[in-house]
Structures are given as C-alpha cells and as structure tokens.
C-alpha cells in the first residue's frame, strides 16, 4: 500500500477538482476505491471541492448542504473514505521529504482534522482522477503524484 498524503495546499497540487469529470454521462467512480457506496460518496466530496473551487478543508455541514441540493435528505456518509481511527491531522505539514502541499498518513483518503474540518488525501484525487479525467490530454497530471 502505498502513503497517502493530506492535502494540506490545494492550490498547488497538480490536479484540481475542475480536472475530475463529474458532469454528464458520469455515473460514480469505478473501481476506484472498491465499492460503490464509497465511489458514490467520494462523487459528493469532488462536487463540493469543485463548487468551492479546490481541494479546500471542508465541514460536516458543507458535504450535507452539497448532498442535500442534490435531493437527499438522509444524511450525507463518508463511506469508508474517512477512516475515523487512525488519521487526524495534528499541526502543520513540515516532514522529511513531504512535498511542501502534504502530509503522509495512513487509513482512510479523506482525514477529519482536529478543527473538524476534512481534508483529502493525494490518493483520493489521483483515485478520482484516474478513473474520470475531464479530458484525455490531463493525463499527464497523473504521472507528478
């Protein structure tokens, strides 16, 4: 398994949530986190990312407001893409050999921090990316993580 990393400048990775197709003909991600009900949670987290315009922490409340403009009204989950146990983020990424934009950790692709906020991880997007470019000609993106 390889080490994922938060997110932690959104801004400066590689791919962006604009470079994930999420639009017409999109049904979920494929195969890209091995079960459907997680493919069709991380399809939320992208459309909320894209609405606020990049891989930017987010609440609780913002992924419900985003599943409920959607017509659900059940209560967004996560899925299995946070993995409550084993990855909060504590404090600042300054690590050995960390791309400056992220932090390793383990677990989950999508981290809940400890200002309640979550974040993605490298291997969420890249999983997302993978499975649904917004075009052909992005993926060389996908070679930079």
Known sequence: MS???????????????CDIHIGEGFRRFWDAFGNAETEISAY??????????????????????????????????????????????NGP??????MPETEPVGGGW???GTDDKYRVTDDFVMRCFRTSPASKTLGM???LV
Do not use: M
Request: aromatic letters at 10%; hydrophobic letters at 40%.
């Open 110 to 112: 999508i981290v809940l």
């Open 141 to 143: 993106a996908a070679t």
């Open 44 to 89: 939320y987290v992208v459309r909320l990312c894209q609405k606020l315009g990049g891989w930017i922490p987010f609440t609780r409340d913002e992924i419900e407001s985003v599943y409920r403009e959607a017509g659900h009204h059940d209560g967004f989950r996560f899925n299995q893409l946070v993995d409550q146990g084993e990855n909060v983020l």
């Open 3 to 17: 080490t994922k990393r938060i997110i932690t400048d959104g801004s400066q990775f590689p791919v962006q949530p």
């Open 93 to 98: 990424a300054v690590l050995l050999g960390a």
